[in-house]
């Protein structure tokens, strides 16, 4: 079993910037592939970023390629998501998902571990 828990969530202008942070407990964080998806309000949950567990195979949304970086301290069991250039399309609540693997999916049912999510506001 893994626990994930998702911070650094806010409300910032358009073209600023946030980390989000998540932190993991539970199991050998580095034997986890880790995905970041975002669920905006009245649609479905969406895939932004994942990264395997050695932290060099990624992969991101073309909607934040360029603009969202994710990253992995294997030590500090955590994974991280850098989000520049902020727009108000990106506002959503963010969650943080674990999958077995070492292939970072795109895709919601490949992941087996999920955080309760953190809101992230962007205002025009």
């Known amino acids: 079993q893994v626990q994930l828990v998702e911070s650094g969530g806010g409300l910032v202008q358009a073209g600023g910037s946030l980390r989000l942070s998540c932190a993991a407990s539970?199991?050998?964080?580095?034997?986890?592939?880790m995905g970041w998806f975002r669920q905006a309000p009245g649609k479905e949950r969406d895939f932004v970023a994942a990264?395997?567990?050695?932290?060099?195979?990624?992969n991101y949304a073309d909607s934040v390629k360029g603009r969202f970086t994710i990253s992995r301290d294997n030590a500090k069991n955590t994974a991280y998501l850098q989000m520049n250039s902020l727009k108000p399309e990106d506002t959503a609540v963010y969650y943080c998902?674990?999958?077995?693997?070492?292939?970072?999916?795109?895709?919601?049912?490949?992941?087996?571990?999920w955080g309760q999510g953190t809101q992230v506001t962007v205002s025009s």
């Open positions: 998902a674990a999958r077995t693997t070492s292939w970072p999916g795109g895709k919601e049912y490949e992941y087996d571990y």
């Open positions: 539970g199991r050998t964080f580095s034997n986890y592939a």
């Open positions: 990264i395997g567990w050695s932290g060099w195979t990624k």
